[in-house]
């Protein structure tokens, strides 16, 4: 089965490795996506994620059916990616996949987080002390327009300076 | 920082994946390997590993040596694998490993289950309903030796048939 989800919680990797766990199962992967305290040679004290909900789960579904052509004998795969506020030290994605083998859970592991930074509409603000306001766009090929939507999305609360980078960590 | 354990209690993701976090770090790959249903087409009901504790843990020790000189952006690894009986479903081995970027983690944790299950001197025993005991050697070059003690490790409480297999999986 496959579970996906865009939440406001914080996520939690014992509720997504329990949700991929199955008597037939011999290896679970997980990959975890953490706000780290450095980006670009900048301090970070946090990140804040923005999604258009209903298209990001609809790519994480996608990465799920591709991740099944690929490797067949995965079994199950839960994606959560949080938005909001998300602190140093805490996951904004945790991806899990599990297979009887390990080969599949790994190479599909690494296969969905490549795919998720290339094609998932979720932004990415980055916050460090100095307050300037990096704005990181992660997807790169979806139809969720960058001009004019990415100054109205944070210049309500943002009175700040930022720019546009591409994805590349 | 490394650290490495053989341990008779259950694996605790959250406990592991907490000994690899860290501010600079960006991504955590977890392995979980589990007690599957079946083996060689058998069904199975539970394993049982035992491990020469000061070897196994000498091994594992040197994994995460090799693997920081592959990925030396690896910032902490963690490695427990649990002995005793290890019902279907629960885990007898994770590997956890963070990096600054994901590559490092996924690549080296996919490295360390391939090294330990190849280098590592821990048995398992895989138990299915018909009370046939299938005694499986997991290392494959370390220097217990086969014949002799894998008679002695499970006659005593095993008065069943058993015969030894490579690890395949």
Redo the contacts between chains.
């Keep these: 089965m496959d579970h996906v989800s865009i939440t406001g919680s914080p996520l939690d990797?014992?509720h997504m490795?329990k949700l991929v766990?199955?008597?037939?199962?011999?290896?679970?992967?997980?990959?975890?996506?953490?706000?780290?305290?450095?980006f670009e040679g900048k301090k970070v004290v946090q990140l804040e994620y923005e999604a258009y909900q209903p298209m990001a789960e609809l790519q994480l579904k996608k990465i799920c059916v591709e991740v099944r052509s690929k490797w067949p004998s995965v079994e199950h795969m839960a994606i959560a990616h949080r938005t909001g506020l998300v602190p140093?030290?805490e996951a904004s994605v945790i991806i899990a996949i599990?297979s009887?083998?390990?080969g599949a859970a790994?190479e599909g592991?690494?296969f969905a987080?490549d795919q998720l930074k290339a094609s998932v509409p979720i932004w990415k603000k980055v916050s460090h002390p100095a307050l300037v306001v990096l704005l990181e766009v992660r997807q790169t090929n979806c139809i969720v327009p960058l001009s004019g939507p990415t100054d109205q999305l944070f210049s309500a609360t943002d009175q700040l300076p930022y720019f546009v980078l591409s994805l590349n960590?």
Tied chains: 1, 2.
């Design positions: 990797i014992v490795t766990t199955s008597p037939s199962s011999g290896a679970i992967v997980t990959f975890i996506g953490i706000t780290r305290d450095n140093v030290t599990s009887p083998h390990r790994l592991a690494q987080i960590n």
